[in-house]
């Protein structure tokens, strides 16, 4: 019986990451059982690494996978949990719609990146609904391998995806009435361009990992003050 994204849609509402044909998505490789394939599905899911699931396993005593089946399995998932993510995303839109905040949208912004860092290949981003915190757009950029879309810096894709996912969300009728991200001018000019009317907000943590820095920057810079005084 093969993996069906239903099946997927309801490990995720009942919260819990448990495949009831795990077995089925090993590729045929007889080599590992199905108690070997749940691990590896739940760390997949999680967004971890081999090299994650390899130390974990090897620490627990329990039996792992190879990275060529760990590639595999990678492969063979990918569709389904792309529609799973499209399915969830679509649920939280119909959310926001159903408490009538479509057209008085707040939102917030982050793009995040396989490795961190101006020379990662592979980057995501994703809009969140702010009052609840569930994704309602994502997207992803990568350099290398099956699907590359991306040529330009890791900076350059976060502006990319910021707009692409506003475009989304304008297409589909949002209006994003104020937005919560990082202090990244090109977010703010693409966020004005999109919705000219909106506010942009910066996000209290990222304004305080620089607020030592910015208190510098005024300390440095010098100003003249000339006074003009005339007689009454």
């Not at 994204?5 to 919260?15: E, F």
């Not at 350099?143 to 894709?157: D, E, I, L, Y």
Request: glycine content about 8%.
């Amino acid at each position: 019986m093969p993996l069906e994204s239903d099946s997927l849609r309801s490990c995720v509402s009942s919260g819990a990451v448990h495949f009831q044909h795990a077995d089925k998505l090993c590729m045929h490789e007889s080599r590992c059982s199905w108690h070997q394939w749940y691990p590896v599905i739940s760390f997949l899911i999680c967004g971890h690494l081999h090299a994650d699931y390899n130390r974990l396993s090897g620490l627990l005593g329990l039996p792992s996978c190879s990275s060529t089946q760990w590639g595999r399995m990678v492969k063979r998932l990918e569709e389904h949990v792309t529609h799973l993510a499209e399915w969830s995303c679509g649920q939280v839109r119909r959310e926001i719609a159903d408490r009538g905040d479509a057209d008085q949208w707040m939102a917030s912004f982050d793009g995040f990146y396989l490795t961190r860092g101006h020379y990662s290949n592979n980057s995501s981003a994703t809009l969140h609904d702010y009052l609840t915190g569930k994704i309602a757009y994502f997207c992803h950029r990568t350099k290398r391998g099956p699907g590359h879309n991306w040529s330009g810096t890791s900076g350059g894709a976060e502006a990319d995806m910021f707009d692409e996912l506003l475009g989304k969300a304008k297409g589909d009728g949002m209006v994003v009435k104020e937005i919560v991200t990082d202090k990244d001018t090109s977010i703010n000019s693409i966020f004005c361009r999109h919705y000219p009317e909106g506010i942009v907000t910066y996000c209290a943590n990222h304004c305080a990992k620089t607020l030592h820095k910015d208190l510098e920057k005024i300390k440095r810079n010098t100003c003249e003050v000339i006074l003009h005084l005339s007689e009454p």
